[in-house]
């Protein structure tokens, strides 16, 4: 199990969380369908009363088509362009928007997620793209700021994101590990404080 899929990194400082998980194992080779992906990477970034941020770096040793999914209880395309939707579930929402370092085309519709076998009548959201390795950045608005946005851009050996809205204007440099098992290095700069997640950042070893 520990080679499926483990944590690379855990830091809490301030009002930054960060977690991060290496889970290309879970997606081994499907016979005359795709080789295993040799990297799916995915980092959470809670900043306390401003947004959630998640980075997917995914790769394979060849071209193949990738399929990035979000489901909810019902999702409304607010501006598809942008990749700006709206997830709402009973009386909760969120709006929130991802983009990526390739063009994918979206589409809803509905989700095959079920209990037991019987469909819990979700809708889910695909994009999808070929390419032999993708960078999508997410971002949630679950404070309710407003007019949140994210924005990705290649800059030498790392990726520069810029989260905006009301009041905020983040800036994050994300450098893609390595090695299956290390840590993405990030360093952010939020309002006044700066956060970063180096080589020493890494948890204890899986068991």
């Not at 992906?37 to 959470?44: A, H, I, N, V």
Request: charged fraction near 25%; hydrophobic fraction near 40%.
């Amino acid at each position: 199990m520990t080679e499926m899929a483990r944590i690379t990194t855990l830091k809490e400082e301030g009002d930054i969380f960060v977690i991060e998980g290496e889970a290309a194992g879970s997606y081994p080779a499907l016979r005359r369908i795709r080789p295993a992906l040799s990297r799916y990477r995915r980092t959470f970034i809670w900043v306390k009363s401003r947004y959630i941020l998640v980075l997917d770096d995914i790769r394979a040793p060849e071209e193949v088509e990738f399929t990035w999914l979000m489901q909810s209880g019902a999702i409304t395309t607010l501006d598809s362009a942008k990749g700006r939707y709206l997830l709402k579930k009973g009386a909760g929402a969120c709006e929130f928007q991802v983009v990526a370092d390739r063009p994918g085309a979206a589409s809803i519709g509905q989700s095959p997620a079920d209990n037991r076998g019987n469909p819990l009548g979700w809708k889910q959201l695909s994009m999808r793209t070929k390419s032999k390795s993708w960078r999508l950045a997410s971002v949630y608005d679950i404070w309710k700021r407003g007019a949140l946005s994210v924005s990705l851009a290649n800059a030498n050996d790392a990726i520069e994101i810029q989260v905006s809205g009301n009041g905020i204007k983040d800036m994050w440099v994300w450098r893609m590990a390595m090695n299956q098992w290390e840590p993405a290095l990030l360093n952010g700069k939020v309002a006044d404080a700066e956060f970063s997640i180096t080589e020493k950042d890494v948890p204890p070893p899986a068991e």
